[in-house]
């Protein structure tokens, strides 16, 4: 994977609340991101949504950025819809990218090495199409291994998606650099693996593989490191994801969980007719169904507060869900990952 | 797919203990076996073996089949190692039959028709290649609504892989169909769909497709039935195939689970130093999984019993085996179906 300095990031219509991954790269990739593509708020700053990353102007179209930025060289897909297909109004801001020479990223389930046009004009220019989805040829069947690495191996799981599971992991791996703790973060989904540069899409891999994928990424580096941070993926209790986030599970042999959850959610994102169970049944549903492959347990919270205005009700909430789970919880981003850090490594 | 008279069923070192599909074909599929390949059995017969299955000879090759049984019309690969890996030891075995001019079917995960000779030489010899695993291309995310259809939904959970998942499945089907039931399988693994003449295999869809796989063969057939017999798979604690499972188990929606269990396994198979956790436990770890989704019970229980010789030791078994889950058991296979049926239909 090539590392370009200056990027744009795609969030059409979804920046910030529903823009999972470009939030993710302003926070934690080492990138400079110089525009981002959302046409309903062209005209705004990064800034006047996220305060807390880095910031960049709103322009509605890769024109525009290219206008702004005078050299961009990679255009990164900031969103994955449900589904993870591509939205063909995204389609003259990649074909744009191309022509002005930008390298285009994107963790869907669709291909941009296989759309004609996209693949052709690639060659045309020059430029290389990175589709991050997409998993190594060579995974294969869980041989239950993870736990003979000499790392530490922390896992975080969630209550739903969307809730921090790939922030919290984040979080702690910074936290880990600032205490001195060797740790490397295990990246399961797209945005984690644009972040680190490695990894596998471990909901993209054949579903007989899942476990495997999350393994095979475990004995790689988890010999060479103190501590391993695996981002979960999805949830338990999950109507259409649960085959990922059980996989996962069962395939990283975690020696603790992070049990992740947002403030304030009742049902399952997309899903709104299915309510979340309470949020302290998370605790018994992970531990005891990982049991019967390896004993682990829920040693802390994370809750994402970004909802909430200020920083007491953010506090309240926290102690809350602390209680409910019965563990030490904070949220890592708007509090600190510190204390997280301490009880899992 | 097309629907030959005259197979053979490639079988080789593992009849009939280590031969699922094998089995599963000479059990209940519309077909005639003409020959099993089996070179360290070759000589004997299907009945010295299974004495409840049609019978055929056993071969030491292909040529020897042909020698045998005059005409065939496809071979069928009836193993699947762990990692469903093409064994290069069969390779002989399917260059003769596609010179033969026979189709052959696979429900590897290795693609018979991405082999450069096998394609080659079915194309020289104008047979068919069936890849059975490969799934349909338009498979995506579950919506969860696997519960609208107006069929019953039966969903056939383990202990383990190689229990009788399928077994019990076909078993309820013949039952159903003598007691005038309108019941139709929806087959998710490699045999069932070579049974039935369609199905999409879930272990080799994209991962985050799972639940979405099974829920598109319900919403497919469900309308047109009173009851669906849902083919489950593995097991949830399962170390490398419980993604598989818990993604059926939230994609199915199934109004009951009937919980099938091998007499005397008590490590997971491939698995050893992985011990089953106690039998009855199951029960609440699929109920209870499958409660945030939908709501469903273990209605009744399925033991194997082919590993214990006297039909009194295995109805002893059998009454052990329905007091640990608390329902209604028995082996579909040596006794009989019809009151698992009358459980759930």
Redo the contacts between chains.
């Keep these: 994977m090539t590392d370009p300095e200056r990027v744009a990031v795609l969030a059409h219509e979804k920046f910030p609340d529903r823009s999972k991954t470009a939030n993710g790269i302003l926070r934690y990739a080492d990138r400079e991101v110089v525009a981002v593509l959302d046409r309903v708020r062209a005209g705004d700053r990064v800034h006047d949504h996220l305060p807390d990353v880095q910031d960049a102007p709103i322009v509605a179209d890769f024109e525009a950025a290219l206008a702004t930025a005078g050299e961009i060289d990679e255009l990164l897909i900031g969103i994955a819809p449900?589904?993870?297909g591509f939205d063909d109004t995204w389609r003259p801001d990649v074909r744009a990218a191309i022509q002005a020479g930008a390298d285009v990223t994107a963790g869907l389930?669709y291909s941009l090495n296989d759309d004609p046009e996209f693949a052709d004009l690639a060659a045309d220019h020059g430029v290389e199409l990175h589709d991050v989805r997409e998993p190594p040829a060579d995974v294969?069947?869980?041989?239950?291994r993870a736990d003979e690495v000499a790392a530490d191996v922390v896992l975080t799981v969630g209550t739903d998606c969307s809730v921090g599971k790939m922030t919290t992991t984040m979080e702690l791996a910074a936290a880990a650099e600032t205490a001195g703790v060797d740790a490397a973060v295990v990246p399961t989904g797209q945005t984690g693996i644009v972040i680190e540069g490695w990894g596998t899409a471990?909901?993209?891999?054949?579903?007989?593989?899942?476990?495997?994928a999350v393994e095979e990424m475990i004995l790689e580096v988890g010999d060479d490191h103190d501590l391993l941070l695996v981002e979960g993926q999805g949830s338990?209790?999950?109507?259409?994801?649960?085959?990922?986030?059980?996989?996962i599970v069962?395939?990283a042999r975690p020696d603790a969980l992070v049990l992740c959850h947002a403030a304030g959610r009742e049902a399952v994102h997309g899903?709104e007719?299915?309510p979340?169970?309470p949020v302290g049944e998370f605790v018994d549903?992970y531990e005891?169904?990982a049991?019967?492959?390896h004993e682990t347990e829920v040693v802390a919270g994370s809750l994402a507060t970004h909802d909430i205005d200020d920083d007491t009700t953010a506090r309240e909430a926290v102690g809350r869900f602390g209680e409910q789970i019965d563990a030490p919880a904070t949220d890592p981003v708007r509090f600190d990952a510190t204390e997280l850090l301490e009880v899992v490594a």
Tied chains: 1, 2.
């Design positions: 449900i589904g993870g389930h294969g069947v869980a041989e239950g471990v909901d993209r891999v054949v579903a007989d593989f899942t476990a495997g338990i209790a999950h109507p259409a994801y649960s085959a990922v986030t059980c996989g069962h395939g899903y007719s299915t979340l169970p549903r005891s169904f049991a019967p492959v």
